[in-house]
């Protein structure tokens, strides 16, 4: 079997640099861990660089193994004001820009068409 070469978190250098508290408290902050991403439409964009994207997910179920659809609203910031309704999205995990908002729109994958 092919074993994993990974280095323990005190061999990391930016880990090691830190004081013992900081190290203690927040074992998370120093591991190189992938953001969230996600791909939804643009519902609406009537709020100043806020949109709501809605994010459709496929799963099975547990039971009858039936594959369901579920919606899911996310609040994403735009700073740009850059998106319109009806756009394809996809929007990164970012830490919390205000009490609803913790997801940032990264690119528009595809502009709707204005009529």
Known sequence: MKSLNLKPLWEKNSYKNK????????PWR???VPKKEKFGRVVSNKMD???????????SHPIYKK?????KN?????????CIEGDE?????TKPV?????WTVAEVVKK????
């Open 19 to 26: 004081p013992r508290a900081i190290r203690l408290a927040h």
């Open 30 to 32: 120093f591991l190189n």
């Open 49 to 59: 660089k806020t949109v709501v994207v809605e994010v459709q997910e496929f799963r």
């Open 67 to 71: 594959i369901i659809a579920e919606t």
């Open 74 to 82: 996310y609040m994403a910031n735009d700073l740009n004001n850059a």
């Open 89 to 93: 999205v996809r929007i990164v995990e």
């Open 98 to 102: 205000s009490k609803t908002k913790r």
């Open 112 to 115: 709707a068409v204005q009529v």
